[in-house]
């Protein structure tokens, strides 16, 4: 099971970083990935990273401003979030990537273990 936290209400322009804790042995084979959902929107790719950590993948609307991290020995994932947009406010997910499924892709069925979101508020 996963479970995001560290959202919040902040402004734009500010930093926030989102943390998903992972229950199980098996969280360091598993690329894992953030997503998110707007009000009204699909939810979408927004982070990926490899279970080692070595490589990561970004939505071209989060790159340069979002980092995605990992800490197998804590099972946990992090999202750093910098230069924040209103255009960020979402429900903010992790999810584990399923194996078997390649690198670098975004739909959202080769995800499973959808942890509980986490929402991020940017105001204006």
């Known amino acids: 099971q996963l479970q995001a936290c560290g959202g919040g209400l902040v402004q734009a322009g500010d930093s926030l970083r989102l943390s998903c804790a992972a229950s199980g042995r098996t969280f360091s084979i598993h690329f894992m990935g953030w997503f998110r959902q707007a009000p009204g929107k699909e939810r979408e790719f927004a982070a990926a990273?490899?279970?080692?950590?070595?490589?990561?993948s970004y939505a071209d609307s989060v790159k340069g401003r979002f980092f995605i991290s990992r800490d197998n020995g804590k099972n946990t994932v992090y999202l750093q979030m910098n230069s924040l947009k209103p255009e960020d406010t979402a429900v903010y997910y992790c999810?584990?990537?399923?194996?078997?499924?390649?690198?670098?892709?975004?739909?959202?069925?080769?995800?499973?273990?959808w942890g509980q979101g986490t929402v991020v508020t940017v105001s204006s």
């Open positions: 990273i490899t279970w080692s950590g070595s490589s990561t």
């Open positions: 999810a584990s990537q399923r194996l078997g499924t390649y690198w670098g892709t975004r739909s959202l069925t080769d995800f499973g273990s």
